[in-house]
């Protein structure tokens, strides 16, 4: 059976690091990264899981700026 996988792009230097998006995604693999701060000054969403992403787009509904891009793939069952 084909399962989806999610390809999450984050315009990192965009984002303001409100972890809105962190708390959207049902699988929790997103994190506001703790080294990188960005052009703003904040601290950026990062996906640090991305293997787990199942393509809800959650995230990308979520983001109040819509930094983010969600691609989906079909993926099929080994
Ligand atoms: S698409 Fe869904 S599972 Fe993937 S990172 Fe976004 S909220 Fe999480
Ligand atoms: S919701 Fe958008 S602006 Fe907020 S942390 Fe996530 S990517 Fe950044």
Redesign the pocket.
């Known amino acids: 059976m084909a399962k989806f996988i999610?390809i999450?792009t984050i315009n990192e230097n965009l984002c303001k690091g409100c972890g809105l998006?962190a708390r959207?995604?049902?699988?929790?693999?997103?994190e506001l990264s703790k080294e990188k701060i960005n052009a703003k000054g904040y601290h950026p969403a990062t996906?640090v899981r991305?293997e787990?992403?199942?393509?809800?787009?959650?995230?990308?509904k979520?983001c109040p700026d819509a930094v983010?891009r969600?691609e989906r793939e079909v993926k099929e069952e080994q």
Do not use: L, M, N, R
């Open positions: 999610g999450v998006c959207a995604c049902p699988k929790q693999i997103i996906v991305p787990e992403c199942i393509a809800c787009a959650s995230c990308a979520t983010i969600v």
